[in-house]
């Protein structure tokens, strides 16, 4: 199975902030990169697809980028309800796998 | 736009059986696959496994094989997940997901981009 790392585990940052969240593979899976958003209690919410792809309705301040093993969410300016757990995705192979998750705090 | 409802909580004992329920609505059912995928306390989400609603074709993770059962019932438009042999680190919120893969399983294409609410299964002596 394909493993997925994220870090920073979790992080601090302001409203207005530009953060970025990044992920690796252990091997090599082109752009089949999935970001998704987790708010408390609910089911996660895909962000992003194609490693770059913005999904309908996802603010124009989510970016993302990368390919190969290593990958980049960003967020140019974050708002109060970026506060949230993001998770990478691959769909190269199957199994799919996820990262273990970021979470992101307000300071 | 796509609704997945899913059953109740349970609660189980080790050795038991659960059925987890996602009843659909607001496309067409038959049109999309549904992905399982499970998210145990504080870890990341883990996919289960896939069925195809159109011929009934599924692609279990190897770690649920011999163990897991997903079907679907077309006339209720509902898919159902059953785990056997359940183990306390079974516990976890299990979710069903829209998955666009029709007729066999290609990673490459399962964008799960509809999901229902979570079913939280305890596995508890």
């Known amino acids: 199975d394909i493993q997925m790392t994220q870090s920073p585990s979790s992080l601090s940052a302001s409203v207005g902030d530009r953060v970025t969240i990044t992920c690796r593979a252990s091997?090599?899976?082109?752009?089949?990169l999935n970001w998704f958003q987790q708010k408390p209690g609910k089911a996660p919410n895909l962000l992003i697809s194609?490693?770059?792809t913005l999904q309908n309705g996802v603010p124009s301040r989510f970016s993302g980028s990368g390919s190969g093993t290593d990958f980049t969410l960003t967020v140019s300016s974050l708002q109060p309800e970026d506060f949230a757990i993001y998770y990478c995705?691959?769909?190269?192979?199957?199994?799919?796998?996820f990262g273990q998750g970021t979470r992101l705090e307000i300071k | 736009q796509a609704q997945l409802v899913q059953s109740g909580a349970e609660v189980k004992k080790p050795g038991a059986s659960v059925k987890v329920s996602c009843k659909t609505s607001?496309?067409?059912?038959?049109?999309?696959?549904i992905s399982w995928v499970r998210q145990a306390p504080g870890q990341g989400p883990e996919w289960m496994g896939w069925?195809?609603?159109?011929?009934?074709?599924?692609n279990y993770a190897q770690k649920f094989q011999g163990r897991v059962t997903m079907t679907t019932d077309t006339s209720t438009r509902t898919a159902y997940m059953e785990l056997r042999s359940l183990r306390s680190d079974d516990t976890a919120v299990y979710y069903c997901?829209?998955?666009?893969?029709?007729?066999?399983?290609?990673?490459?294409?399962?964008?799960?981009?509809?999901w229902g609410q979570g079913t939280l299964v305890t596995v508890s002596s």
């Open positions: 997901a829209r998955d666009p893969n029709v007729r066999n399983y290609d990673s490459s294409g399962s964008l799960l981009d509809s």
């Open positions: 607001g496309y067409i059912f038959s049109s999309y696959g």
């Open positions: 069925i195809s609603v159109h011929n009934g074709n599924t």
């Open positions: 091997q090599s899976i082109s752009t089949y």
């Open positions: 194609d490693t770059s």
């Open positions: 995705q691959q769909s190269y192979s199957t199994p799919i796998t």
